[in-house]
Nanobody
């Protein structure tokens, strides 16, 4: 079992930055891939970024490349999502997810690949 708790969301003006955090607990993360997804009102939940915990390798959705950075802190068992140059279209609930028993270098971008989810944190960007 993995418990995930997101934080760091809020209301920010366009052009600003936020850093979202996802604290994980319950089991080792060494064989885990962590992902961030987001869901805007009336839209499907979409993939944003993922990181393979062991290697630190990352992969991003094309729509966020260059503005979003995913990272992890081994000591704190926490994954971060740095969001820069925020746009109104970034407004969404952001969810952290974990896929356990991962080996190799495959990046997981499909929602149903992940077996643990956090409760989400709201990001609202005003124009």
């Amino acid at each position: 079992q993995v418990q995930l708790v997101e934080s760091g969301g809020g209301l920010v003006q366009a052009g600003g930055s936020l850093r979202l955090s996802c604290a994980a607990s319950g089991r080792t993360l060494s064989d885990t891939s962590m992902g961030w997804f987001r869901q805007a009102p009336g839209k499907e939940r979409e993939f944003v970024a993922t990181i393979i915990w062991k290697s630190g390798n990352t992969y991003y959705a094309d729509s966020v490349k260059g503005r979003f950075t995913i990272s992890r802190d081994n000591d704190k068992n926490t994954v971060y999502l740095q969001i820069d140059s925020l746009k109104p279209e970034d407004t969404a609930v952001y969810y952290c997810a974990a896929k356990t028993y991962v080996s190799g270098t495959v990046f997981f971008t499909r929602r149903n690949a992940y077996n643990y989810w956090g409760q989400g944190t709201q990001v609202t960007v005003s124009s």
